[in-house]
């Protein structure tokens, strides 16, 4: 059984920082890309940040280019989003996922977290 963990949400200020974790238990992580995605209140789940499995490409949504940063320590079966400058808009639950190949897609994803709420004041 796979189970991915995300940690690290949490209220900020507009223009703050945090950092989302993810632990992997029940695979080999680095057999995984990973990715995160997000889901604002009355909207639909949407595409945040992929990595593969080395780390070595990454992929983001437009919406947080220059902003997000995803990563992933293979030796500590953790992956993370560094999230900076972090709007009102960003406020959303978020998920991490992994996948046998990278993908923006949902439908690419085997197996999801149970999310992390993270809310930026205005």
């Known amino acids: 059984q796979v189970q991915l963990v995300e940690s690290g949400g949490g209220l900020v200020q507009a223009g703050g920082s945090l950092r989302l974790s993810c632990a992997i238990s029940?695979?080999?992580?680095?057999?995984?890309?990973m990715g995160w995605f997000r889901q604002a209140p009355g909207k639909e789940r949407e595409f945040v940040a992929a990595t593969n499995w080395r780390g070595t490409s990454t992929y983001y949504a437009d919406p947080v280019k220059g902003r997000f940063t995803i990563s992933r320590d293979n030796a500590k079966n953790t992956g993370y989003l560094q999230m900076n400058n972090l709007k009102p808009e960003d406020t959303a639950v978020y998920y991490c996922?992994?996948?046998?190949?990278?993908?923006?897609?949902?439908?690419?994803?085997?197996?999801w977290g149970q999310g992390t709420q993270v809310t930026v004041s205005s």
């Open positions: 996922a992994a996948a046998r190949i990278t993908a923006q897609a949902e439908r690419g994803y085997d197996y």
């Open positions: 029940g695979r080999t992580f680095s057999n995984y890309a």
